[in-house]
């Protein structure tokens, strides 16, 4: 089932666990949101038009992070008469998981019962698995210490990294400028899978912004 929803002047199609970024909503990062513009449903070969909203029809939505699109510069300038203004503009985006397309006036569920419902599910997993043999420890091997962080790069220079994201990133080995501007197309999608960062490395440009800041830790 999908769903066409309208917000912010802007159209998406979305379904269940979609992940969409949309003008700015009001809420925190864990928030349960319903839009109530639905402008069409489909499920298989039905699909139900609105005129111009569906009746009784909503998306309820989780709220992942409050977040920044990249910047873009406005310059103007007019000819022959010293006029010249730049300026940038970095818009307000909310990126939302959809968790339930609802017909028929129905209410998205509690948070907390899913939380339940998802808890109970794993116990009665756990219960179903067959009990392994334990096998003899080992002997621990040596590892060799992290490096400490105080001589790392500040990665909080970095957009949207914050203190939780850098040690995030310094216990994934990742403790320079340099060795995040050398990343390619595999190891951004590695990294974004391994630390779940949910496509941020690409949505804020982390590899440009490292090249440029590798760059001014030399200079």
């Given at each position: 089932m999908y769903a066409v929803v309208k917000t912010g002047g802007k159209q998406y199609r979305v379904s269940k666990d979609d992940i969409v970024r949309v003008e700015r909503l009001a809420g925190e990062a864990g928030d349960t949101i319903t839009l109530a513009d639905v402008l069409m449903i489909g499920k298989g070969g039905d699909v139900t038009l609105g005129a111009p909203?569906?009746?009784?029809?909503?998306v309820a939505a989780e709220i992942l992070e409050q977040t920044r699109d990249r910047k873009v510069i406005i310059f103007k300038k007019r000819r022959r008469q010293n006029y010249r203004r730049k300026k940038g503009?970095?818009?307000?985006?909310?990126?939302?998981?959809?968790?339930?397309?609802l017909t028929d006036g129905a209410k998205p569920e509690p948070v907390a019962k899913k939380a339940a419902k998802a808890a109970a599910a794993k116990a009665d997993a756990k219960k179903a698995e067959p009990k392994k043999a334990v096998p003899e420890k080992a002997a621990p091997k040596k590892t060799a210490p992290k490096k400490a962080a105080a001589s790392a790069d500040d990665l909080t220079k970095l957009s949207g990294v914050g203190p939780v994201l850098a040690q995030k990133l310094i216990d994934g080995g990742v403790t320079s400028f340099a060795q995040i501007a050398a990343w390619k197309k595999k190891d951004v999608e590695e990294f974004d899978e391994k630390l779940s960062f949910k496509g941020r490395i690409e949505r804020e440009g982390w590899v440009d912004q490292a090249k440029t800041l590798a760059k001014g830790e030399k200079e």
């Open positions: 909203n569906i009746s009784g029809a909503s503009h970095r818009q307000h985006l909310t990126v939302l998981r959809v968790t339930e397309i």
